[in-house]
């Protein structure tokens, strides 16, 4: 089981990033997949998720038409647009125990590692 995430990294308020994450395809066969974060300090927090074949998304409300996730088979994105400071945390990639989308974290059995976003004022 495995899931790799990139792309985080420094960004200034109101600029962009793009997080992708590879999962074996053993994992994320007709599984939803979606991102969490978390802040210093800070509970694990739902940020989207999207179904198996991408039909369906969530969204948090405070990244709702910010973000934009999509996938390609065993790859899930984040576009990550308008950002905050608050937005900074690291981000990980999870694989649901399910077809759907969901923001239950208990929902997903598998994690990536994660991988930091920063966002400076």
């Known amino acids: 089981v495995q899931l790799q995430a990139s792309g985080g990294g420094l960004v200034q308020a109101g600029g962009s990033l793009t997080l992708s994450c590879a999962a074996s395809?053993?994992?994320?066969?007709?599984?939803?997949m979606g991102w969490f974060r978390q802040a210093p300090g800070k509970e694990r927090e739902f940020v989207s998720s999207?179904?198996?074949?991408?039909?369906s998304t969530i969204y948090a409300d405070n990244v709702r038409g910010r973000f934009a996730i999509s996938r390609d088979n065993a790859k899930v994105y984040l576009q990550m647009n308008s950002l905050k400071p608050e937005d900074t945390a690291v981000y990980y990639c999870?694989?649901?125990?399910?077809?759907?989308?969901?923001?239950?974290?208990?929902?997903?059995?598998?994690w990536g590692q994660g991988t930091l976003v920063t966002v400076s004022s």
């Open positions: 395809r053993r994992t994320s066969s007709n599984n939803g």
């Open positions: 999207i179904s198996w074949r991408g039909g």
């Open positions: 999870a694989v649901s125990r399910s077809s759907y989308a969901s923001r239950d974290l208990s929902s997903y059995q598998y």
